[in-house]
């Protein structure tokens, strides 16, 4: 699929297959966040410092890995 999509990169079934395939990726980003949260927010101290990280991905230049390593300090310091 990958050589036939670059060998016809003005296909039209190139353009669907990319327009359908953009939904589909961005709900299964935001389904795993979901079940992601779902199972370790439990106050809402959890609730904001996710908001800040999601926050700060969003709109940052911030590696996730750094997010991610923040957050676990931050649950080793205040206990979670």
Do not use: E, F, Y
């Amino acid at each position: 699929a990958g050589r036939t999509m670059a060998r016809n990169p003005q296909s039209r079934w190139r353009r669907v297959i990319k327009s359908g395939l953009a939904p589909l990726t961005i709900g299964l980003i935001l389904a795993a966040g979901w079940v992601l949260t779902r199972n370790t927010v439990h106050s809402w101290a959890d609730a904001a410092l996710c908001a800040v990280a999601v926050a700060a991905s969003l709109h940052g230049r911030i590696n996730p890995v750094w997010l991610i390593g923040l957050g676990a300090a931050a649950g080793v310091v205040w206990g979670g």
